[in-house]
C-alpha cells in the first residue's frame, strides 16, 4: 500500500515508520525543514526508543521517504493525518488550526476512491464536519477518523503491536470500501486478532479523549487519597498496591507523585471540557476540572515539602532535581511537572540545578532561566536537597551512599515513589515521598520491623 503520513512529530514520525516496516511504502511529509532534513539522515528529531533504528531500517530498503513538499503525497492511497492539536492561547479548547490546513492542502491532490485516515486527537464533531467538506473537494474520497492511543516512551511497540484499532466511518456497514483499505494498512494486527471497532465519527472521537480522561481521573484520584494519606500518616503506595489487587480497580496507573504532564493529558482533558460546553454538557465533565485542580496541586505540594524539608526557607538553598521530561524514556517536556516545580522553587529563591538524561535541551529552551548540567554526578555535587521529579531507570538505581558522597546533605524527596526508600534512609538519608510517611533511619528501621 502507499501511504503518505502529514505531520511528523511524535506520533506522525513513529506512524510513518511503523508503516514502513509494515511493508507499505511511505512518504513523510513535515512543513519543519530542519525536521525533515534529520528524518531523511535517519535521525528521530526526538527521544523515543528504537525509532532510530526502524528509520535507519526503512529507509535503507527504501520504503521510506520525507520531504516538505505536499505534493508528494500523489499516488499514495491512504493519507493519515497526525498533525498535533495543542490547546488554544489563552482558551481551553483544542488548536484546530494544523489539522485543517493539512486537511484542505491535502484535498488538492486527493485522487478518487483515496482515503484520509485522522489520527489527530480532535474535539467530537470535527471528522463529521471534515467528512461534509471532503464531500464537495474530493466526492469519491473518503475519510476515516482513527484515533491513536500510543504512549511516548512506548510509541514504537504501541504502533506496531497496538491493543485496539477504532476506525470511525460515515457506514460502518461491511461494504465500506475505506474500511477495508485501512483493514489492508493494518493487516499485520488485524491477522492477531487485534480488536477492531468500527464505528461513528463521533463515537471514534469520543473514545480517544475519553481514555486520556479516565487515565487523568486516575491518577488524580490517587493523588487525592495522597493528600489524604499525608494528613492521616497513612502510605498511599501501600494503598495503591492493596486497592490493585482487587481486578476491576487495577494497580496501572495508580501511581501517586508530582502528577500527570505532557504534550496529551493535560491538554485533552481540558478541550474536553471546553467542548462539551459548547455542547451543552458542561455539567457531565465539571468533575475534570476538579481532576486538573488536584494534578495541580501536586506541583505545589511538591515545593511546599521542599519548603519544610529546608527547615521553612528556600532562599539560596541548592536544591538538584533529577528529571526535566515529562516522564522517562521521553525528552518531551511539555507541561512537565518537573520543569513548573523547579521554576516555582528558583522563583521562590532556591539555586536549582536541573538535570536529565535527554530532555535537558528541550528544557532550555523553555525555561532559560534554569540551570542544568548533563551529569547527574555533578549536578548533585553540593546540594542540599535532591527531589527525583522523572523516573528515568538511571535515577531510580542510584546508590544512596554514594550520592551521599556528593551532595552537602542528606535529604531527598521521591516526587514519584520509586526509590527504595529503606535502603536511602539506611545510608543515612532522610527521605521523603508524596503521600508517605516522612521517614530517616531510626523510624525506617521500625517500619522494616513491623
Ligand atoms: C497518553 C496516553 O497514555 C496514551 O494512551 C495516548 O495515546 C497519549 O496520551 C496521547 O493522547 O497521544 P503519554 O502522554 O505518552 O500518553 O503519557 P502517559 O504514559 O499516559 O503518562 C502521562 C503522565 O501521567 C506522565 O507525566 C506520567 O508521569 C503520569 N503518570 C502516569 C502518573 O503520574 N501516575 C501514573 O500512575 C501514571
Same mark, same amino acid.
Given at each position: 500500500m502507499r501511504i503518505s503520513v502529514i505531520g511528523c512529530?511524535?506520533l506522525g514520525a513513529v506512524h510513518a515508520a511503523a508503516m514502513a516496516k509494515l511493508g507499505h511504502d511511505v512518504v513523510g511529509i513535515d512543513?519543519?525543514?530542519?525536521k525533515v532534513r534529520q528524518l531523511q539522515n535517519s535521525e528521530a528529531p526526538?527521544?523515543e526508543?528504537g525509532l532510530p533504528e526502524l528509520l535507519h531500517e526503512a529507509q535503507a530498503a527504501g520504503s521510506l521517504t520525507f520531504s516538505t513538499d505536499i505534493s508528494h503525497v500523489e499516488g499514495s492511497q491512504v493519507h493519515f493525518?497526525c498533525?498535533?492539536?495543542?490547546?488554544?492561547?489563552?482558551?481551553?479548547?483544542?488548536?484546530?488550526?494544523?489539522?485543517?490546513?493539512?486537511?484542505?492542502?491535502?484535498?488538492?491532490?486527493?485522487?478518487?476512491?483515496d482515503v484520509?485516515v =485522522?489520527k489527530?486527537?480532535? +474535539?467530537?464533531?470535527?471528522? $463529521?464536519?471534515? #467528512?461534509?467538506?471532503?464531500?464537495?473537494? /474530493?466526492? %469519491? *474520497?473518503?475519510?476515516?477518523?482513527?484515533?491513536?492511543?500510543?504512549?511516548?516512551?512506548?510509541a514504537v511497540n504501541?504502533t506496531l503491536q497496538?491493543?485496539?484499532?477504532?476506525?470511525?466511518?460515515?457506514?460502518?456497514?461491511?461494504?465500506?470500501?475505506?474500511?477495508?483499505r485501512l483493514d489492508e494498512v493494518y493487516a499485520d494486527a488485524?491477522l492477531?486478532?487485534?480488536?477492531?471497532?468500527?464505528?461513528?465519527?463521533?463515537?471514534?472521537?469520543?473514545?480517544?479523549?475519553?481514555?486520556?480522561?479516565?487515565?487523568?481521573?486516575?491518577?488524580?484520584?490517587?493523588?487525592?487519597?495522597?493528600?489524604?494519606?499525608?494528613?492521616?500518616?497513612?502510605?498511599?503506595?501501600?494503598?495503591?498496591?492493596?486497592?490493585?489487587?482487587?481486578?476491576?480497580?487495577?494497580?496501572?496507573?495508580?501511581?501517586?507523585?508530582?502528577?500527570? =504532564?505532557?504534550?496529551?493529558? +493535560?491538554?485533552?482533558?481540558? $478541550?474536553?471540557? #471546553?467542548?462539551?460546553?459548547?455542547?451543552? /454538557?458542561? %455539567? *457531565?465533565?465539571?468533575?475534570?476540572?476538579?481532576?486538573?485542580?488536584?494534578?495541580?496541586?501536586?506541583?505545589?505540594?511538591?515545593?511546599?515539602?521542599?519548603?519544610?524539608?529546608?527547615?521553612?526557607?528556600?532562599?539560596?538553598?541548592?536544591?538538584?532535581?533529577?528529571?526535566?521530561?515529562?516522564?522517562?524514556?521521553?525528552?518531551?517536556?511539555?507541561?512537565?511537572?518537573?520543569?513548573?516545580?523547579?521554576?516555582?522553587?528558583?522563583?521562590?529563591?532556591?539555586?536549582?540545578?536541573?538535570?536529565?538524561?535527554?530532555?535537558?535541551?528541550?528544557?532550555?529552551?523553555?525555561?532559560?532561566?534554569?540551570?542544568?548540567?548533563?551529569?547527574?554526578?555533578?549536578?548533585?555535587?553540593?546540594?542540599?536537597?535532591?527531589?527525583?521529579?522523572?523516573?528515568?531507570?538511571?535515577?531510580?538505581?542510584?546508590?544512596?551512599?554514594?550520592?551521599?558522597?556528593?551532595?552537602?546533605?542528606?535529604?531527598?524527596?521521591?516526587?514519584?515513589?520509586?526509590?527504595?526508600?529503606?535502603?536511602?534512609?539506611? *545510608?543515612?538519608?532522610?527521605?521523603?515521598?508524596?503521600?508517605?510517611?516522612?521517614?530517616?533511619?531510626?523510624?525506617?528501621?521500625?517500619?522494616?520491623?513491623?
Open positions: 512529530g511524535y512543513v519543519d525543514e530542519n526526538f527521544f526508543p493525518i498533525v498535533g492539536t495543542p490547546q488554544a492561547k489563552g482558551e481551553y479548547a483544542a488548536d484546530l488550526s494544523y489539522v485543517e490546513d493539512a486537511f484542505f492542502k491535502l484535498a488538492k491532490y486527493l485522487n478518487p476512491a484520509v =485522522g489527530s486527537t480532535v +474535539p467530537v464533531g470535527t471528522a $463529521g464536519r471534515l #467528512a461534509e467538506s471532503l464531500r464537495s473537494l /474530493a466526492p %469519491e *474520497a473518503e475519510l476515516i477518523w482513527n484515533p491513536e492511543f500510543l504512549r511516548e516512551g512506548h504501541d497496538p491493543d485496539r484499532l477504532v476506525y470511525g466511518a460515515v457506514t460502518s456497514d461491511e461494504e465500506n470500501e475505506a474500511v477495508a488485524l492477531r486478532s487485534v480488536p477492531r471497532i468500527v464505528t461513528d465519527y463521533a463515537t471514534a472521537e469520543l473514545v480517544k479523549v475519553s481514555a486520556n480522561s479516565f487515565l487523568a481521573t486516575k491518577i488524580s484520584f490517587i493523588n487525592a487519597m495522597a493528600e489524604v494519606c499525608e494528613v492521616a500518616g497513612a502510605d498511599v503506595k501501600v494503598l495503591a498496591d492493596a486497592i490493585g489487587l482487587d481486578e476491576r480497580i487495577g494497580r496501572k496507573f495508580l501511581n501517586a507523585g508530582v502528577g500527570f =504532564g505532557g504534550g496529551c493529558l +493535560p491538554k485533552d482533558i481540558r $478541550g474536553f471540557m #471546553a467542548r462539551a460546553g459548547q455542547l451543552g /454538557a458542561d %455539567e *457531565a465533565l465539571t468533575f475534570l476540572r476538579e481532576v486538573d485542580n488536584i494534578n495541580m496541586r501536586r506541583r505545589s505540594r511538591l515545593v511546599e515539602l521542599a519548603r519544610e524539608v529546608l527547615g521553612g526557607s528556600l532562599i539560596g538553598k541548592r536544591i538538584t532535581m533529577l528529571g526535566a521530561s515529562f516522564k522517562p524514556d521521553s525528552d518531551d517536556v511539555r507541561d512537565s511537572p518537573a520543569l513548573s516545580v523547579a521554576a516555582q522553587l528558583q522563583l521562590q529563591g532556591a539555586a536549582v540545578t536541573v538535570t536529565d538524561p535527554f530532555a535537558i535541551n528541550n528544557a532550555r529552551k523553555r525555561f532559560p532561566e534554569l540551570h542544568y548540567l548533563e551529569s547527574t554526578q555533578e549536578a548533585l555535587e553540593g546540594a542540599e536537597l535532591v527531589v527525583l521529579v522523572t523516573e528515568w531507570a538511571e535515577y531510580v538505581n542510584l546508590d544512596p551512599v554514594t550520592v551521599a558522597t556528593k551532595t552537602a546533605a542528606r535529604i531527598i524527596i521521591d516526587g514519584r515513589n520509586v526509590l527504595d526508600s529503606a535502603s536511602w534512609c539506611d *545510608a543515612g538519608w532522610k527521605y521523603r515521598g508524596m503521600g508517605r510517611p516522612a521517614l530517616d533511619g531510626r523510624n525506617s528501621q521500625m517500619m522494616a520491623s513491623l
